[in-house]
């Protein structure tokens, strides 16, 4: 299994405004996309960066797991994202290597994308989700 691109790198914030707003200041770039998604407790938006984007996650409320996350950790790097071409394979080549997974079966993340996460343990302490995209990039 290897990944093809990453497609994202996420950052947990506490006002997705003013982070929209910062990155606009500083960077010159918007979202391409805003959307809440109730199942993971966020509202996210995708910033554009070359051929990825930067994930901007604000938590619904704090017994969200990004909600825990901020108010443990605070502000800052949440996750690393993979596009895989095969979530189902890629989960099975994981498991297969002894890795410790979040979720054995994939699950609709933002964009209607498959998705699934890899245990922060497996990596670095780093958590990691795999993406399978809903259309293939081009």
Do not use: C, W
């Amino acid at each position: 299994m290897l990944p093809y691109n990453i497609d994202h790198v996420a950052i947990a914030v506490r006002d997705l405004d003013a982070a929209l707003a910062d990155l606009k200041e500083q960077y010159g770039t918007e979202p391409l996309s805003r959307e809440v998604i109730e199942s993971q407790g966020v509202e996210e938006a995708m910033v554009p960066v070359g051929a990825s984007y930067i994930q901007v996650l604000q938590p619904l409320g704090p017994e969200t797991p990004v909600g825990r996350f901020v108010e443990k950790r605070g502000e800052g790097l949440h996750h690393i994202a993979f596009s895989v071409p095969d979530i189902e394979a890629a989960i099975e080549h994981l498991e297969s290597t002894g890795v410790r997974l979040i979720d054995h079966e994939p699950r609709v993340g933002g964009g209607g994308n498959r998705i699934a996460f890899v245990h922060p343990s497996a990596f670095a302490g780093t958590l990691v989700e795999l993406v399978e995209l809903v259309e293939e990039p081009t």
